[in-house]
């Protein structure tokens, strides 16, 4: 595990300085770092409808079928996305 937080680390510090920037030039910036990351082999993403608030499922090969984890990134809703939180 100390590996992947050191991973997660220098990911973060590679990131431009993003003072100043407008909230949109922050959401791109921080889409653009998250798609250097992939789904783990075995998992698949399908688009939900959820009566106007984008949705995402990501299933993981073999995972129960009888339970999920409802995940809300934090944020205030303003930075992120759900390519930037997948």
Do not use: F
């Not at 998250?34 to 998992?43: D, E, K, Q």
């Amino acid at each position: 595990m100390g590996n992947d937080i050191q991973t997660v680390r220098a990911l973060l510090a590679a990131l431009p300085d993003t003072r100043g920037a407008s909230v949109q030039q922050k959401r791109e910036i921080m889409d653009r770092a998250a798609a250097a990351s992939h789904l783990p082999r075995g998992c698949s993403v399908a688009d939900v409808d959820t009566g106007g608030a984008p949705a995402e499922w990501v299933r993981a090969e073999g995972a129960r079928s009888n339970a999920v984890i409802l995940y809300l990134h934090g944020g205030g809703y303003v930075i992120g996305s759900l390519a930037s939180h997948r």
